[in-house]
């Protein structure tokens, strides 16, 4: 549990970070809050010769609205900023209440949007509400600038579409123009802890109608998914009992989420199912 030597970069800038990358060769690593880096760094599990830490730079960290259209967050703000933020509160509420039941309050203190999202766990909390809400990432690197669609970014169990040297600058999440109902599910094996399952949900309805829905589960495959089939599968159909039975039995028959110590797949498929139909009432009754 002792941290191995390494050098310890932490510029004032962006151009200062690739001067940096340039100098150090490959065997690095950013260093945001540090929650998941540094007990990765402790447990052995990876070894680097330098770390290059991100908090001076300003231009991470910041929440902004862009012509009423969109909010734009920088990779650095932190869970406790975003669950406190009046703005993200009024455009975005399932963002703010995901990002107050990451965790417990130290690591809300300390952990950001950005290094949750590059760290690209399959169940965790922001990872979800990304891919729900089709958040766009803005990738930097020298000279250059790229979006990732949330829903291409993730690309395996703690593999996401970044290179190494490339450096998450923001996440910008579309202002929804009508209202949507949304819920936010999930099952921690005791407070605090990783999540094993997240549901979260987002439904416009027109009178009984489910007249648009999202749907992004945690847990139940080799990264977050978008329930596309779900979706079709309500997309213009009345929210009977009958129909959101129907439509967490689907899910159970396409999601094979892997066994945990405690718990098997098929225990995992039979929370989820509850889980999903929870999240489908909850954000239709709110809508
Ligand atoms: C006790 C505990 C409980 C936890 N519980 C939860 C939970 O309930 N839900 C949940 O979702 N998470 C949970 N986590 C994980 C944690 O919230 C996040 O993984 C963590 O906050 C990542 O953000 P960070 O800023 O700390 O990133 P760091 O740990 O500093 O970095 C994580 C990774 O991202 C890279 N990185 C960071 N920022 C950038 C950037 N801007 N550009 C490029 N690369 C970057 C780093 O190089 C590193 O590989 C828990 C962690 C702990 C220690």
Same mark, same amino acid.
């Given at each position: 549990?002792?941290?191995?030597t390494? =050098? /310890?970069?932490?510029p004032?800038?962006l151009?200062?970070?690739?001067d ?8 690095f ?6 929650q998941?880096?540094?007990? %990765? @760094?402790?447990?052995?599990?990876i070894?680097?010769?330098s770390?290059?830490d991100? $908090? ?6 910041f929440?902004?609205e862009? =012509? !009423?259209?969109?909010i734009?967050i920088?990779a650095?703000?932190? /869970? ?5 933020? =009046?703005?993200i ?9 995901? &990002?107050?039941?990451v965790?417990? #309050?130290l ?9 949750s999202?590059?760290f !690209?766990?399959?169940?965790a909390?922001?990872?979800?509400? &990304?891919? @729900?809400?089709d958040a ?17 970014f993730?690309l395996? &169990?703690?593999?996401?579409?970044l290179? #190494? ?5 923001s996440?910008?999440?579309?202002i929804?123009?009508?209202?949507y109902?949304?819920?936010f599910?999930?099952? &921690?094996?005791s407070?605090? =802890?990783?999540?094993l399952?997240i549901?979260?949900? @987002?439904i416009?309805?027109? !009178?009984?109608?489910?007249d ?15 329930a596309k ?6 997309? !213009? ?9 129907k439509?967490s $039995?689907l899910?159970?028959?396409i ?5 945990t ?8 498929k $039979? ?14 009754? %709110?809508?």
């Amino acid at each position: 549990m002792i941290l191995e030597t390494f =050098d /310890y970069y932490a510029p004032n800038s962006l151009a200062e970070v690739f001067d940096i990358v340039e100098s150090v060769g490959e065997d690095f690593k950013f260093l945001a809050g540090g929650q998941s880096l540094i007990p %990765m @760094l402790k447990m052995n599990l990876i070894k680097v010769s330098s770390i290059i830490d991100l $908090k001076k730079i300003s231009d991470l960290s910041f929440i902004k609205e862009e =012509d !009423g259209q969109l909010i734009r967050i920088g990779a650095l703000v932190k /869970y406790v900023e975003i669950s406190e933020s =009046d703005l993200i509160k009024k455009h975005l509420p399932i963002l703010s209440y995901a &990002s107050r039941k990451v965790a417990h #309050q130290l690591v809300r203190n300390r952990g950001t949007i950005g290094g949750s999202i590059v760290f !690209g766990h399959p169940a965790a909390d922001l990872c979800v509400i &990304s891919v @729900l809400l089709d958040a766009e990432m803005e990738i930097v690197s020298r000279g250059a600038v790229r979006y990732v669609n949330a829903n291409r970014f993730f690309l395996g &169990s703690l593999t996401t579409n970044l290179k #190494q040297n490339e450096v998450l600058k923001s996440i910008r999440f579309k202002i929804p123009k009508e209202n949507y109902g949304w819920s936010f599910n999930k099952l &921690s094996l005791s407070h605090g =802890d990783f999540p094993l399952l997240i549901t979260a949900t @987002l439904i416009r309805r027109s !009178g009984n109608t489910i007249d648009d829905i999202k749907i992004a589960l945690g847990g139940v495959a080799d990264t977050v998914v978008r329930a596309k089939e779900i979706e079709e599968f309500l997309k !213009g159909k009345e929210a009977t009992e009958e129909n959101i039975y129907k439509a967490s $039995k689907l899910a159970s028959s396409i999601y094979n989420p892997s066994p945990t110590l405690e718990f098997s797949s098929n225990y995992i498929k $039979k929370v989820m199912e509850v889980y999903l139909r929870r999240s489908i009432n909850e954000a239709y009754n %709110m809508a």
